[in-house]
Nanobody, 123 residues
Framework: HVQLVESGGGSALAGGSVRLSCAASGYTFNTYSWFRQAPGQEREGVAAIDTGDGSTYYLNSVEGRFTLSTDNAKKTIYLEMNSLKPEDTAMYYC???????????????????WGQGTQVTVS
């Protein structure tokens, strides 16, 4: 049974930090990403990582503030979010796909498996 389980969301003050985790089970994925969706907004890709070569890709607005990392042995990815802004407030979703792409994707349709989401609120 394939499952992605996010954890680590919560509240933070502007300028603060939050670390999200996504644990995969049932399959070893090649590519993971984080998406977020604020109320009334489309779900947008935030960051993606190819676990094979470690390459990453970030949304421009989070570049330099957010960092993706992986623990392949634990099949877990982490999103370290620093210098948080109120506009980072959203439900954050982990997503995964089995095969690699030329570059890690931030396109929703490229991902097959999704977690249930974890809320991040910045005030």
């Amino acid at each position: 049974h394939v499952q992605l389980v996010e954890s680590g969301g919560g509240s933070a003050l502007a300028g603060g930090s939050v670390r999200l985790s996504c644990a995969a089970s049932g399959y070893t994925f090649n590519t993971y990403s984080w998406f977020r969706q604020a109320p009334g907004q489309e779900r947008e890709g935030v960051a993606a990582i190819d676990t094979g070569d470690g390459s990453t890709y970030y949304l421009n607005s989070v570049e330099g503030r957010f960092t993706l990392s992986t623990d392949n042995a634990k099949k877990t990815i982490y999103l370290e979010m620093n210098s948080l802004k109120p506009e980072d407030t959203a439900m954050y979703y982990c997503a995964a796909r089995e095969t690699e792409l030329p570059v890690p994707s931030l396109i929703k349709a490229d991902y097959t498996y999704w977690g249930q989401g974890t809320q991040v609120t910045v005030s």
